[in-house]
């Protein structure tokens, strides 16, 4: 495993992990993911977060290590800025190998060290703002940044070279195939990972935009050179490009939306169908971009970066036993727990001997902030009036994103 060199002293250790695993339990990762270790060294030697502990990750963290002349047993400090599993799954091993070692975090981050981990001894809990000077001028500053997104989460500081260590935070889904820095990659992959930070944010920081904003607001007053996050690549040659992605996430968490519409649609029998078609014409003809999802055809991890983004929302579903289709009914809970708030929704359906969907769907966005146009549903095939009407909220739905 190649090592790459962020700036005097400073390495980042990439380990592409590909797999049909999904990220967490719950998001598929086709197109894989980077973990990434970082080593800073003075005189005495800093490793940043760790790697899960599949079997090959810490082998090749191992060997990259010894590419540079050093090893686990010569880690002074291991610093672990955020202590989910997939930066500190390998933590008993490393302490096997490494007993000497001082592991640092914040102080609810050794909480959980001692309680995920069973260790208890060469742990030291740091404050907002406290330092690590490791000699040849190399200091490090801890920044306490809760809830971005576990509440024990910290940012690194290496004010010498001006990079931050900022651990999910401004990363994203996607191997990096030997690769590492903004400026190893043209345009057309740049897009391509920007999709994939905002699938990583919708699907894992959307929840706590209120923080990542008052995370952000902390690092204003630092000269950062360099982000350098825990999976995805490292920017460098552009870094208020990441930075100002996130602040746009932030302003999506708050309604400020991009203009267009994300459709998700589920249909039993045609019928729902017919009638989305109606209000998909209606859509066009006020030349307002949208994207398209099928349920349950379609992973609610795409769904949700395409619903977090934009401004409007299409929720088109037929009632299935006396409630909503129940693939529709887990999206909407989705959306529920990733605070997918203010946005301007319609919803419509279909229903066959009796209706309920409607009902049910009204009671379970009724805390989500929604701007809802009045629902439209109808019994069987649509008829030439109820397609009339449907096509009448498409486009009322689209010029409301006009106003």
């Known amino acids: 495993m190649k090592t790459h060199i962020i700036s005097d002293a400073v390495w980042c250790i990439p380990i592409d992990v590909d797999t049909t695993e999904l990220f967490e339990g719950i998001w598929p990762i086709p197109e894989g993911v980077s973990l990434n270790t970082y080593l800073v060294q003075g005189e005495k030697t800093a490793l940043i977060d760790l790697v899960q502990d599949r079997p090959e990750a810490p082998r090749q963290v191992e060997t990259a290590l010894a590419s540079i002349g050093s090893d686990f047993g010569k880690v002074d400090y291991l610093i672990l800025n955020h202590l989910e599993p997939d930066h500190t799954g390998w933590l008993r091993e490393f302490r096997e190998k490494n007993p000497h070692g001082e592991i640092i975090a914040t102080a609810k981050g050794i909480q959980v060290v001692k309680s995920f981990y069973k260790i208890h001894t060469g742990l030291r809990a740091v404050k907002d703002g406290e330092t690590l000077d490791l000699g040849k001028g190399k200091v490090l500053t801890f920044f ?4 971005i997104h576990w509440p024990e989460t910290m940012f690194t500081w290496d004010s010498s070279s001006g990079t931050l260590f900022s651990c999910d935070a401004f990363g994203s ?6 690769r590492l820095f903004d400026d190893d990659f043209n345009e057309t992959e740049l897009k391509f990972f920007e999709k994939e930070t905002l699938r990583y944010y919708a699907n894992i920081v959307a929840s706590f935009s209120a923080f990542v904003e008052r995370g952000i607001q902390k690092l204003s007053g630092l000269n950062i050179a360099c ?12 870094v208020k490009r990441i930075i100002d992605r996130y602040l746009r996430y932030v302003s999506y968490s708050k309604g400020a939306g991009e203009r267009e519409i994300a459709v998700i649609w589920g249909s039993m029998y045609g019928n729902t169908k017919k009638g989305l078609d109606a209000v998909i014409k209606g859509i066009e003809s006020e030349k307002i971009p949208y994207s398209m999802h099928r349920v349950p055809n379609d992973n609610v991890s795409y769904i949700l970066a395409d619903a977090f983004k934009s401004a409007g929302l299409v929720l088109a579903a037929p009632t299935y036993e006396y409630a909503m289709f129940p693939p529709m009914a887990y999206a909407i809970d989705i959306f529920r727990r990733k605070h997918i708030h203010n946005k301007t929704v319609l919803y419509i359906g279909s229903w066959g001997w009796i209706g309920g969907a409607k009902k049910e769907y009204e009671a379970a966005v009724a805390g989500l902030k929604w701007n809802n146009l009045d629902p439209f549903d109808w019994i069987g095939t649509p008829t030439d009036q109820d397609l009339a009407s449907l096509e009448a909220r498409g486009r009322e739905l689209a010029q409301a994103l006009k106003a």
């Open 227 to 238: 982000i350098a996050p825990s999976h995805g690549m490292v920017w460098r040659r552009d």
């Open 173 to 178: 889904f996607g191997a990096l195939g030997g």
């Open 144 to 147: 306490e940044a809760p809830n």
